[in-house]
């Protein structure tokens, strides 16, 4: 009897050793995400764009398979960002890392330094031919931003410039950084790119409705020069193409005296300048803001330009309805 219960001893122990190994093995055989290509959290692509225009890029590219936070926030101006401990932390988080480049981000080298960022860097703006940085006689603070800029970064302007070359460089990365996701990767930016072949149609079409000796608005600052050579605006502005520089008042006396000299008819501040400078032109010419444009930033969610698309859309619109 005893020989007896100890064979069924022995029997339900080898079971039980026989079920522990076969839950081991089926436990190790399930992969498990590693932080060097995935967040254990989300599973997806953690990506840092440094500001809310690459951000939307970046996330209609990388749709389901990212996760897409940004380092200067909706209408805020990344000219003057000043990052805080708090960024350093989401850089050290982020697999990608999307910035513009032609020294739009100042900031950004002396930040991934202090974040020894090792992941995967995409630069949306390689392989551009780039306009050069206009002077219309603005005083430039001892800043890198400015100093190392020889060009003008505010490419994203030109939808077709972000068709070809900004899309093209983010699919690029994201695949390098996740080349399972390649194939979803392309489609999405064939699909975008679609998209931006569209807008930049009808963009095209209600500029054409203004005649060409009309086209010539006012803004706060050079930040749309490629949009000026992408659709024949004349663009003119009191500030260079940081916010950081300062108009004289040389400058803006000419600006004032060239508005009503051409009979200019459209001024415009925009979401991240302070609209005094557009203001005072406004009481030395009679003549009357025609509305805000968006520029280096995205507007909140509910506001009208939440995307690229809309931005671009709106911005069209708000510039053809003021020039007419």
């Known amino acids: ?3 007896l219960a100890r064979s069924c001893l022995l029997t339900i122990c080898t079971a039980c050793a026989m079920l522990v190994s076969a839950c081991g093995e089926q436990q190790s055989a399930t992969p498990v995400q590693t932080p ?21 890029i970046t996330r209609e590219i990388g749709g389901e398979r990212v996760q897409v936070d940004s380092l200067v926030a909706a209408n805020q101006d990344a000219h003057v960002f000043a990052p805080t401990p708090q960024d350093v932390k989401k850089l050290t988080q982020a697999q ?13 080298e002396r930040l991934a330094q202090s974040g020894q960022f ?3 860097r995409i630069v949306a703006t390689d392989g551009i031919q780039a306009l050069p940085k ?14 190392e800029a020889q060009f003008d970064p505010h490419a994203w302007h030109d939808p077709t410039i972000v068709q070809t070359i900004y ?12 080349p399972a996701g390649a194939d979803y990767y392309q489609k999405r930016g064939q699909a975008y790119s679609a998209q931006i072949t569209q807008l930049t149609a009808n963009i095209q079409k209600e500029v054409a409705n203004i005649p060409p000796e009309q086209r010539k608005v006012v803004t706060s600052h050079d930040a749309f020069n490629y949009f000026a050579h992408a659709f024949g605006i004349t663009f003119l502005a009191p500030q ?18 060239q508005i009503k000299n051409e009979h200019i008819k459209a001024l415009f501040f925009e979401n991240i300048s302070n609209p005094k400078m557009m203001q005072q032109l406004t009481q030395e010419t009679g003549v009357k803001i025609g509305g805000k444009l968006y520029s280096d930033a995205l507007s909140n ?9 809309k931005m671009m859309e709106y911005n069209a619109n708000t510039l053809v309805d003021g020039m007419k």
């Open 301 to 309: 969610a509910d506001e009208p330009a939440s995307t690229y698309l």
């Open 36 to 56: 060097e290509h995935t967040s254990a959290a989300t599973g997806k692509i953690q990506v840092l764009a440094t500001f809310s225009i690459l951000a939307d």
């Open 134 to 147: 206009p002077n219309h006689g603005e005083m430039e603070h001892d800043h890198t931003h400015d100093h």
């Open 167 to 178: 899309v093209r460089n983010i699919v690029a990365g994201l695949s390098q950084a996740d």
């Open 96 to 108: 990608v890392l999307v910035s513009n480049g032609l020294g739009f981000e100042g900031w950004l």
């Open 1 to 3: 009897m005893l020989h």
């Open 240 to 257: 260079g193409v940081s916010t950081e520089s300062e108009s004289s008042a040389k400058a803006i006396a000419q600006l004032s005296t």
């Open 118 to 120: 090792k992941g995967e």
